[in-house]
């Protein structure tokens, strides 16, 4: 056990995460929420359009009709986009690329501007 | 196994990921989506064969992340900071959170393998 008796200050409200931090614990979010709902939609998906020739033509109805099922289906792909999005960003730092202080910081603000703007480009194309 | 070589592994079977998701993207955004052109494409022998290392790869990565997530967070001391009486039974809750992601993973292998080999 902890045998040092200091106050942990832990108020996950007060503290305020560098923006690297926040990319940091969004993409293991992400992988978690890739994993649990992205994936199993994708192979349903897969499932559905390789059955049959009217099980695919059912399916693409079903998602003209059903917008929020499509809406669903379009927000877990994209957060599987921001996963790879700043899993790439990893990677690149992971070959000693931008790695210091101010690098870290503008990839991590690009990241997630690039990952909005492109979000709501295949929003707007899809559903406007 | 090393350290090192789970390192590797997940960063390589990241790497595969993106590319198998890249090109069925692509595909997908540049043909004319009908039955018989997905059908074609999704089941030639070399997509057959992509789909299978996609899902192998997929499983691989995502059994190193969520391992790490939970040896990160539901441990004695990161679930102490919330209440010390839940904290003591850290180390259960993080098996059975092994043992249903590793479920979920089997069963995702398990589908896509009936949906390849059909």
Known sequence: MNTDHRPVYIDLRKIKLPVSALISITHRLSGIYVFFITLPLMLALIYFSTKSESSFNELSLFLRDHKFVLGLIVLSFSILWYHILSGVRHLIMDAHIGESLQAAKYSAIFTIFFWIITTCFVFWRIFL | ?118
Do not use: P
């Not at chain 2, 540049?30 to 018989?36: D, G, H, P, R, V």
């Open chain 2, 1 to 118: 196994m090393k350290g090192s070589t789970i390192w590797y592994l997940q960063r390589s079977s990241a790497i595969i990921n993106l590319f198998y998701i890249v090109y069925v993207f692509y595909f997908i955004y540049s043909s004319e989506l009908t039955f018989e052109a997905w059908n074609n494409f999704f089941y030639s022998s070399i997509m057959i064969f992509l789909t299978l290392c996609f899902f192998v790869s997929v499983i691989i990565h995502s059994f190193i992340g969520l391992w790490i997530v939970g040896t990160d967070y539901l441990t004695r001391r990161t679930i102490g900071f919330l209440s010390y009486r839940i904290s003591k039974h850290a180390d259960i809750f993080r098996s059975i959170y092994t043992v249903v992601f590793s479920l979920f993973g089997l069963s995702y292998l398990v589908v896509s393998l009936t949906i390849i080999f059909k």
